[in-house]
């Protein structure tokens, strides 16, 4: 598509519960990105994937976060069993290449666990 | 791992003035520097870049510069406008490492 999408925008859920969100990357971009912005903060990394590669895991807070993409196209994040201090944009991004490529980000989801 | 500090946190001009962005990072390999605004309750947007074979880049009212002796980068938004309020974040990265390390970010508002 035109530009990195995400869905949902908004998700309000339950502590306890389970979400899945998720990220159609540009066509032909081959690294996809995750990042977790808490309000009023910067960006923090969890999750990065590139073509049919391993993923970089090593930003995911803890086990109830994975995170999963098929090829070169959408991405499912998943938050088992929420917390409150999960609320946060989950903002995915996309770009061309790894290392030395700009992110195109797409609008995130805005998590709210009550 | 890459750190990437950024100041000020934020950073107040009035209109038509300059407004300077700095960052430093620990890596020296990073040899990419992408700067974003982000607009408040919207997605960061790559505004600029620089890689580490130059050593000063324009366009229009904004430029970046690289020091890599001193390993910092800054960003230079002249004549500033109401629209230039947003949150900025500097980053840095390379081909070894592959994910962007993300400044704490710059909160600029420009007074009428």
């Known amino acids: 598509g035109a530009g990195v999408s995400q869905s949902p925008s908004n998700k309000v859920t339950e502590k306890g519960k389970d979400v899945e969100l998720r990220c159609d990357p540009i066509?032909?971009?081959?690294?996809l990105y995750w990042y977790r912005q808490r309000l009023g903060q910067g960006l923090e990394f969890l999750i990065y994937?590139?073509?049919?590669?391993?993923?970089?895991k090593s930003g995911l807070p803890s086990d109830r976060f994975s995170a999963e993409r098929t090829g070169e196209s959408v991405s499912t994040l998943t938050i088992q069993r929420t917390q409150q201090e999960d609320s946060a944009v989950y903002l995915c991004?996309?770009?061309?290449?790894?290392?030395?490529?700009?992110?195109?980000f797409g609008s995130g989801t805005r998590l709210t666990v009550v | 791992g890459e750190n990437v500090e950024q100041h000020p946190s934020t950073l107040s001009v009035q209109e038509g003035d300059s407004a300077v962005i700095k960052c430093t990072y620990s890596d020296s390999a990073s040899n990419y520097f992408p700067w974003y605004k982000q607009e408040l309750g919207k997605r960061p947007q790559l505004i600029i870049d620089?890689?580490?074979?130059?050593g000063e880049k324009k366009d229009q009212r904004i430029a970046v510069t690289l020091n890599k002796t001193a390993k910092h980068f800054s960003l230079h938004i002249t004549e500033t406008q109401p629209e230039d309020s947003a949150v900025y974040f500097c980053?840095?990265?390379?081909?070894?490492?592959?994910?962007?390390?993300f400044g704490a970010g710059t909160t600029v508002t420009v007074r009428a």
């Open positions: 620089i890689r580490s074979n130059v």
């Open positions: 994937f590139q073509g049919n590669s391993a993923p970089d």
């Open positions: 991004a996309s770009s061309l290449g790894a290392g030395d490529y700009g992110y195109t």
């Open positions: 066509s032909g971009h081959t690294a």
């Open positions: 980053a840095a990265s390379n081909a070894n490492d592959y994910k962007l390390s």
